[in-house]
Structure formats: C-alpha cells, structure tokens
C-alpha cells in the first residue's frame, strides 16, 4: 500500500515501463528482432493498457513510452556512426582493409604457384593445404573435387584463386 500509486501510476505499470525501456534500448545494441525486443514491445504495451483509463491518459503513457525511446535511439544511433561507439569492435565497419588480413601481405603474393591438395571440394569455394598452409580458395568457377592437386595461380585482394592440374 506504500507505493501503490505515484502520480496516478500503478506499481505493476511503472514496473513494465521502465522493464520495457530497458530492454528496447538493449536491442538497440543487438541486431534484428530478438527477444529482448519482442518482451520489451510487450511490456511497454502492457505499461499503456495497465495506466490506461481513458484514451487521453493512454495517449500520454505512450508518449512517455516513444520520447525516450527516440532520444535514446539518436544518442546510440550517433554514437554508432560519429562517437565512441564507432569506434568499439561492435560497430561492424562497410569494407575489410586488405591491409588489415594477412592476404595484402606480401608474402601472401609469394606463394603464387605454389602447389597443394583440396581439403573439401571446391564449388567454387573451398579450403586446401599448401605443405601445412590452410587457405580459403577458389576456383575460376569449375568444380574441383576433394583431394586433388592445385596450384595457386593468383591472389586478388582476399581471394586465393587456384586451378586444378
């Protein structure tokens, strides 16, 4: 009986708001709908049935539940593409630096001719083995079956392109 009413919210209504807040702006961090999504969208949907009395107090509930949440939206959506947090390995960056792998090494280019043996059938991707040396290939499109001979005839950015012999 304490706390059953504060500014004409229920207990049970201010739990579901601030539980729903919570988790939607927890899946602003984590991609596509999950469940932390979907029970917040449930709670905050809760939150309005629960406060509402008439359709101007349910008006107000969602406005209280929307102005947060869009505020909180821009702040880690900018923070995303300008702040920190573009900056955190979280934030999946638009290309792959070919510096960044060990393909735009140099020593990546040496081993241009160099034989070795499928590990998986090559349709046109696959792994092989150059003496000890794992590596994602491809072929120039023709199926190459497991087992068999190739030589790696170049290197193009972070594709290791091999034909069979």
Not at 19 to 35: A, D, K, N, R, S
Not at 102 to 107: A, F, I, K, R
């Given at each position: ?11 049970p209504?201010i739990?579901?708001l601030i539980?729903g807040i919570?988790l939607?702006?927890?899946e602003?961090?984590?991609?596509g709908m999950?469940?932390?999504g979907a029970l917040?969208?449930?709670s ?10 008439s ?16 505020i ?10 300008r702040g920190?947090?573009?900056r955190?390995?979280i934030?999946?960056k ?11 090494d ?13 590990l998986?059938?090559l349709?046109?991707s696959g792994?092989?083995d150059?003496?000890g040396l794992?590596l994602?290939v ?10 068999a001979r190739?030589r ?14």
């Amino acid at each position: 009986m304490v706390m059953e009413y504060l500014l004409g919210w229920q207990l049970p209504a201010i739990v579901c708001l601030i539980v729903g807040i919570l988790l939607m702006t927890y899946e602003m961090f984590t991609p596509g709908m999950g469940v932390p999504g979907a029970l917040g969208a449930l709670s905050l949907l809760a939150a309005v049935v629960l406060r509402a009395d008439s359709l101007q107090t349910a008006l107000i509930t969602l406005l209280l539940i929307l102005v947060p949440l869009i505020i909180a939206a821009v702040i880690v959506f900018r923070s995303m593409s300008r702040g920190a947090l573009s900056r955190s390995p979280i934030v999946l960056k638009e290309r792959i630096e070919a510096e960044s792998t060990s393909l735009g090494d140099v020593e990546m280019q040496e081993l241009v001719g160099r034989e070795g043996v499928t590990l998986s059938s090559l349709r046109p991707s696959g792994r092989a083995d150059f003496d000890g040396l794992r590596l994602d290939v491809s072929s120039s499109g023709e199926f190459i079956p497991k087992g068999a001979r190739v030589r790696i005839e170049r290197v193009e950015g972070l594709r290791v392109l091999v034909r069979a012999l």
